[in-house]
């Protein structure tokens, strides 16, 4: 009784305090040090229990000092207080499939070749911003230029540009028949089990996080085999496609940890077999069917006013959003789609064999692809699966401690004392209704506050993690 008076006593100080400084001018962000207070709102802690209401959660540095109902936690006086009342806050989602080095442009060959050289400076800064503004606080990015995304990862963990936490594959490994002039920068060809060991391990040294694997269904199963054990010996998991049958089989049989889509084909059903084959590996298979960029194009033919979104003009040049505007004109006509609209029908069975077969299912987008963008594709997975059957708190851990599961980050994806402050405030009830989740008003991510009453308010502070 008497800690919660104490507790109390500080919460009113704490809000008395902030009420000249919740309104900071333009330039101005809570300084470095000062600990920061979400107060009221309803809790998501990412455990998968009840929600807490009236919750507040206390910031310090770049990490999560304190979490309960108001009044047992004391708000220190100089705390930087957000108001969260009516509001849900939640771990800063986690999207494990996204391309940093596209924005949505419907033409891969003019894309990679008329923005080759500018994903640094240019395209990467632009998808980052992007997926923060959304709440997406951690990204597996599954395939770029070597060179670039290593950059851009550092830089980020520098705090020289505002991004999520990244996760990065760099190029992928697969056969050599399939890579143009176009998109050889972020594909590279296994020859043999020499080759393959070589190739992990120089990606391995360039820093990357995970290894991205493709065609593995057309190389050797030796070959197959030695990419993903030479990753496991360097701590690395392995991402694989799962468009083909053969590529979950040849998947399987070397122990990838994760598969991407639900595949590129028609057909209405895993065969009895795979599912069996999956129902072996059950929880420690990892799996991210990137369900929603397939929804997106009927619904962009619908409602093509989707592409005039003022988010998109906000935070593109404008010759750059002309760009991709213009190769959005007939959705319809696009090369690209010419089998999606048959390929929704299979995707609720697939989906559903899957859960059924007990693999671990984690939110990804795809995002960058033709007309998904980055500041719009996360929410929309989870409201795909909600829309499939999924308990919308099951969604949720999908996007958030799931992923740190995978990344074996148990410092993120939940909002407790001592785990990384990666926190967002959406207004509404995502629990009943997952498309909440498109209306975040704060993005915090290592401490650090990006977004603020749903417009960006980072000016470059610059910590790093
Ligand atoms: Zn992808």
């Known amino acids: 009784m008497q800690g919660w008076k ?40 990412g455990y998968g229990g009840l929600p807490f209401q009236d919750a507040v959660v206390l910031i310090k540095g770049n990490e999560v000092q304190a979490v309960g109902p108001v009044g047992s936690v004391p708000v220190p006086p100089d705390a930087y207080v957000i108001d969260t009342d009516g509001k849900t806050v939640l771990p800063g989602l986690m999207d494990m499939h996204v391309h940093l080095d596209i924005l949505g442009h419907a033409d891969y060959a003019y894309w990679f070749t008329k923005y080759r050289g500018r994903w640094l400076d240019l395209i990467m800064p632009i998808a980052a911003r992007q997926l923060l503004m959304a709440g997406v606080t951690t990204v597996r990015d599954v395939g770029a230029e070597l060179e670039s995304i290593i950059e851009f990862k550092r830089r980020i963990e520098r705090g020289q540009v505002p991004g999520p936490r990244l996760f990065v594959s760099g190029p992928f490994l697969q056969v050599a028949e399939t890579i143009s002039d176009y998109d050889k920068d972020f594909r590279w060809p296994v020859r043999d089990v020499a080759d393959a060991r070589a190739k992990v391990r120089k990606l391995v040294e360039a820093g990357v996080d995970l290894i991205k694997l493709i065609d593995q269904d057309r190389m050797p199963q030796e070959v197959v085999n030695a990419i993903v054990d030479e990753a496991h010996r360097h701590g690395r998991h392995v991402a694989a496609h799962a468009h083909r049958e053969g590529e979950i089989i040849q998947g399987l049989q070397a122990g990838v940890d994760c598969f991407e889509h639900t595949g590129l084909a028609t057909e209405p059903r895993y065969p009895d077999e795979v599912i069996r084959r999956i129902e072996q590996r ?82 990804g987008t795809d995002s960058g692809i033709p007309m998904n963008f980055h500041f719009d594709s996360t929410w929309r997975e989870l409201y795909t699966w909600q829309q499939l059957g999924v308990a919308p708190m099951d969604a949720i851990r999908a996007a958030t401690f799931w992923p740190a599961r995978l990344l074996r980050r148990p410092d993120l994806g939940v909002v407790a004392p001592g785990k990384k402050a990666d926190v967002i405030v959406v207004d509404g009830n995502p629990l009943e209704d997952l498309r909440d989740l498109r209306h975040v008003v704060t993005v915090i991510k290592d401490g650090q506050i990006y977004v603020e009453d749903g417009r960006w308010v980072f000016m470059g502070e610059g910590r790093t993690k």
């Open 282 to 363: 059950n929880a420690s298979l990892y799996w991210v069917p990137t369900l929603e960029g397939l929804y997106l194009y009927a619904l962009t033919e619908q409602y093509p006013e989707r592409l005039d979104d003022p988010r998109l003009k906000m935070t593109l040049p404008p010759d750059l959003y002309r760009d991709i505007r213009d190769s959005l004109r007939n959705v319809s006509q696009l090369e690209y789609f010419v089998l999606t609209k048959r390929r929704i029908p299979t995707l609720k069975t697939k989906f559903q064999q899957l859960r059924d077969a007990g693999v671990t299912l984690l939110v």
């Open 6 to 45: 104490r507790g109390l006593g500080f919460i009113v100080l704490g809000v008395l305090t902030s009420m000249s400084l919740s309104r900071p001018a333009p330039n101005e962000q809570p300084s470095v040090g000062r600990p920061i207070a979400l107060v009221g709102g309803m809790l998501i802690d």
